[in-house]
């Protein structure tokens, strides 16, 4: 009967190994693992500890809310905390580099050098879907940002336009927006102090205003990257919480992250 047992157990376990490879190992293996930058952009809080579009800040300046929409989806979050590398980058299908710092956020800003922009140039020709989210000028470190987006055709422009005062919200307000997968559905958007493109081919913009471009997108190899003049969708403008009702930024965000991860190496 002890022999048995054995046998029973061991099958048991077979069986289980079996059914996890032939099928759970599929879907995790597919799970798309989108990577967010906490080299480039390194801010700490009055206590030293990291804030400022992270996955783990809770607060308005935070990104948890966004990494919640990624992980409804099936995605797999992940924090870079060292410059880019092709080692780093490898197992990543997004990447996303938000707001690099200035001199006035960091006493030592880790500036995107020669040897990370090959890296992560290779990584988008390669399949990889670069996410670019700067902010107005003087909220972010262009030079270096700029030397890497000028490898897909990109130029932030070191300007601070869509001022909004107090809590006038219409004056972030964008009502015109593109036939794009990220604006379907979506009748009007809050956003506010933000730096606009210059653009070369093989780049295009997504969403203009009175002559300036205020996103845009290039498709580079197998990748693509996407661009916008601000942080956007950190959690104090994703929801309702702040704004009035009738903005739509929730549904841009959601129909943004579709946008993002249709786009990746594992979707297609």
Not at 29 to 36: E, K, T, W, Y
Not at 188 to 210: C, R
Request: proline share 5%; aromatic share 12%.
């Amino acid at each position: 009967m002890k022999n048995f047992s054995k046998q029973l157990f061991c099958f048991r376990n077979i069986g289980t190994a079996i059914f996890l490879i032939l099928f759970i190992a599929p879907f995790t293996s597919n799970a798309q693992v989108v990577g967010l930058d906490n080299w480039y952009n390194r801010e700490t809080n009055g206590k030293g500890q990291p804030f400022h579009y992270l996955w783990t800040d809770l607060e308005n300046s935070g990104y948890s809310q966004w990494g919640d929409l990624f992980t409804k989806r099936g995605a797999t979050l992940k924090t870079l905390e060292a410059a880019a590398t092709s080692k780093n980058l490898e197992d990543l299908d997004v990447y996303l580099i938000v707001d690099p710092d200035t001199t006035t956020e960091s006493k030592s800003p880790n500036y995107l050098l020669p040897d990370d922009i090959q890296a992560i140039k290779k990584w988008v020709e390669k399949g990889g879907v670069l996410v670019l989210m700067a902010n107005d000028a003087p909220n972010c470190e262009f030079t270096h940002l700029n030397q890497l987006a000028g490898e897909f055709g990109i130029h932030f422009n070191h300007v601070s336009l869509h001022p909004v005062l107090l809590r006038k919200w219409d004056m972030g307000a964008f009502t015109s927006l593109p036939d794009h997968p990220i604006f379907k559905g979506v009748s009007k958007i809050y956003m506010k102090e933000i730096s606009s493109f210059t653009l070369k081919s093989p780049a295009k913009p997504i969403l203009t205003e009175n002559g300036n471009i205020f996103m845009t997108e290039s498709k580079v190899g197998k990748g693509l990257v996407i661009a916008l003049g601000d942080p956007w969708i950190y959690n104090e403008y994703i929801d309702h919480k702040m704004l009035p009702d009738d903005f739509e930024n929730l549904k841009a965000a959601e129909n943004y992250t579709d946008y993002i991860l249709k786009n990746s190496r594992k979707a297609k």
